[in-house]
């Protein structure tokens, strides 16, 4: 099946700093969509991004899917911007079911 | 923003007890899923619905496990005499359309414990 790596597994970050998240996959995709998981285990709806740029706030992320990675950028982190990171892609090969990474967790201090 | 509702948010069993978790999809979503994540680990799919018949599933959904929309609005999994292993977060979701071109919308979890 699909692969899908995430870097870095864990980010350290003080508040205000920027980061870049990135995701690999091995097969082309036609569904890509980036989670935050909160420390309350909520699964949040980043982005849908199986190509392109989007931006939303402080979070934007870029897909380039003829290279097979996305990657989110967080600029001005803040501490609730603590959590999991991830990635999921979904492939023509099995329409219906998102593969995750494994993601990756970000710490923010003050 | 249209929210994917899953209660309860959490649930103690016994082991070789029966559970029910339930969902309520956004209302004009036609595909269902439900995934589950052990803690610590990444996110698994389960099954996928749709039409009223499952469409996909894991190897992870044997037969313990079985999903139902009992109404126009509910979307249950069910798993029968629960294991320790059982104990996870699981997550229900929706999309508009062939999930491929859609992005899911995921409910707040359920985090089933197995005692």
């Known amino acids: 099946g699909i692969q899908v790596e995430q870097s870095p597994p864990d980010l350290i970050l003080q508040e205000g700093a920027n980061s870049t998240l990135r995701c690999n996959f091995s097969d082309s995709v036609n569904n890509l969509q980036w989670f935050h998981q909160n420390p309350w285990g909520q699964l949040i709806n980043l982005f849908y991004?199986?190509?392109g740029t989007k931006q939303n706030g402080r979070l934007s992320a870029t897909t380039v899917a003829t290279e097979r990675y996305s990657l989110l950028y967080i600029s001005s982190s803040q501490t609730t911007d603590s959590g999991v990171y991830f990635c999921?892609?979904?492939?023509?090969?099995?329409?219906?079911?998102?593969?995750f990474g494994t993601g990756t967790r970000l710490q923010v201090t003050l | 923003e249209p929210e994917v509702t899953q209660t309860p948010s959490h649930q103690v069993t016994q082991m070789g007890q029966e559970v029910i978790l339930r969902c309520v999809p956004i209302?004009?979503?036609?595909?269902f899923y439900w995934y589950r994540q052990i803690l610590g680990q990444k996110v698994e799919f389960l099954v996928s619905?749709?039409?009223?018949?499952?469409?996909?599933k894991s190897e992870i959904f044997d037969d313990q496990f079985s999903v139902e929309r009992p109404d126009g609005s509910n979307f249950t999994l069910k798993i029968r005499s629960t294991k320790l292993e059982d104990s996870a977060m699981y997550f229900c979701?929706?999309?508009?359309?062939?999930?491929?071109?859609?992005?899911?919308?995921f409910g707040s979890g359920t985090r089933l414990t197995v005692v």
């Open positions: 619905f749709y039409n009223n018949e499952i469409s996909e």
């Open positions: 209302s004009n979503h036609l595909y």
């Open positions: 991004i199986p190509s």
């Open positions: 979701a929706s999309s508009e359309g062939y999930s491929s071109n859609y992005g899911y919308t």
């Open positions: 999921a892609v979904g492939y023509t090969g099995t329409a219906s079911k998102l593969t």
